[in-house]
């Protein structure tokens, strides 16, 4: 064998198929979870350019807008970020578990 073709493997967790569609499932994930980022980012702006006088109304002693800005915006993200994580574990753990199977049989 050459150095540059990897040894046979009865892993199949390793081979150019698993990785590809593991990497394509991600995409997607990522995708989804920058779309929704996207919406959280710009919606506010556009929130505030399209309805003014409903940012405008007191929350808690904020205006509605500084408190989506202000307070929101973070735990927001936050979400946004472990949703991509919880979501990424799980596609790496369900793509693991298909290659045994088919490894198996």
Known sequence: ?????????EDLVHSESFLRSLMRRQLQLSIACAAAFLVVLLGLPLANYFYPALMATRVAGFTLSWLL????????????SWIFIRRSIALEEDEVAQAKASNQR
């Not at 800005?69 to 946004?80: E, T």
């Open 1 to 9: 064998m050459s150095p540059a073709t990897p040894p046979p493997s």
């Open 69 to 80: 800005l202000g307070i929101l915006f973070f735990p927001a993200v936050w979400a946004i």
